[in-house]
């Protein structure tokens, strides 16, 4: 599969990358060797905070593919919002290449499991350009992560350099519609994390996917990978260590509008990660809500 978007720096991204959340060391150097070497895939996706940039380094040498082949995605961590030169450095010695997308992770700063209320995320992301216009070769594009509308009309009233990306949650309880037409209306591009749900998701059981999966001769998983892969100026990133699932979550099919709507209109109640209906749901960890 080989279709690809361009972000507006000019850069090329496939549309399906492997997401390595919660892709412990020890299986993820594997799956990004076999996402590359057997699986079709040139886009991986990591962060600071997943702790594993250094296996995903690894395995991307382990594949033999050529570097300038593969997109690689990681973010700035929640922790170093004072500090994104710092992390930005850790980062590029763990991967040990340069990075083709620098996100944002949360617009949250966070200190010692708290709100750090001394940083302010648009600040950072003042910085993130900074970094960004001086150090082209190591940090090819800018964005952000989990900025819902509300944040990203803030965001581009100040900044200079409109993000690249903004990578959030979608999938059918949380198809996110009314953010992403405010993306593609500046021209950027939105990233899916957890098309499946995360883990143990309903959705993977849920009847109106698994008609459709039968349907089309397919697995479940391939239903909502491809949901988000159809749509415009979306890409999508399926976890998996797995290697079968790895090779399988590559196959993306053609929905159609009806099938499109039904799925939309799963349960839109629970099976949320991050997208809660206030969107982070991080109330707890002292932020507002972002709408
Ligand atoms: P594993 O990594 O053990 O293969 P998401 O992409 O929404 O975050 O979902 C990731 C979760 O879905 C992981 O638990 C992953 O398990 C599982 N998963 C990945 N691909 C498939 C698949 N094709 N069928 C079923 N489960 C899958």
Known sequence: YHKTVTLNTGAIMPTVGLGTWKSAPGQVEHAVEYALKEGGYKHIDTAY?????????????????????????TKLPNGHHHTPEKALEESLAALDTYIDLWLMHWPAPMKNGKA???ANWIDTWKRMEVIYENNKDKVRAIGVSNIGVKYLRQLLKEAKIVPAVNQVELHPSCSQEALV???REHGIIVTAYSPLGSDNSPL?????????????GVFPANVLISLQANREGVTVLPKS???????ANMNIIDLTDEEIRELNDIDKTKHFRACR??????GSLGWEDQE
């Open 241 to 247: 260590v797995t290697n079968e699932r790895i090779k």
């Open 181 to 183: 037409k405010e993306c």
């Open 204 to 216: 993977l059981k849920d009847p109106v996917v698994t008609t459709i999966a039968a349907a089309h």
């Open 116 to 118: 750090d209320k001394s």
């Open 49 to 73: 905070d997943y702790g594993n940039e250094a296996e995903v380094g690894q395995g991307i040498k382990a594949s033999g593919v050529p570097r300038a082949e593969i997109f690689l995605t």
């Open 277 to 282: 209906p206030h969107w982070t749901g991080w």
